[in-house]
């Protein structure tokens, strides 16, 4: 059984930060990219973050400078570093593994966290 579980989201002023964990656990063998989405009630889910296997990272546009996607492989892990949070960043963050491969099988499947809160207001 495998499964990603989210946390640190919460509540927190403009301009303050948070940093939010992402564990896969169970009978993970390798993974290949991680990522952090983000939805707001109504709104489409959008990619916030995203880190490859060889540690290339991808930003929103509006994120970049602000937001850092880190990986630990040994701990099949990835963490998102919010700095200077705004209103608009607002949102359930979700957790993705691409290519997750369980141990034992010869392929890999896209895995997904129930998402943790993240409100930014004064």
């Known amino acids: 059984q495998v499964q990603l579980v989210e946390s640190g989201g919460g509540l927190v002023q403009p301009g303050g930060s948070l940093r939010l964990s992402c564990v896969a656990s169970g009978s993970v063998f390798s993974i290949n990219a991680m990522a952090w989405y983000r939805q707001v009630q109504g709104k489409q889910r959008e990619l916030a973050a995203r880190?490859?296997?060889?540690?290339?990272?991808t930003y929103a546009d509006s994120l970049k400078g602000r937001f850092t996607i880190s990986r630990d492989n040994a701990k099949n892990s990835v963490y998102l570093q919010m700095n200077n949070l705004k209103p608009e960043d607002s949102a359930v963050y979700y957790c993705n593994a691409e290519g997750l491969i369980v141990t034992g099988l010869l392929y890999g499947m896209d895995y997904w966290g129930k998402g943790t809160l993240v409100t930014v207001s004064s």
């Open positions: 880190i490859a296997s060889d540690g290339k990272t």
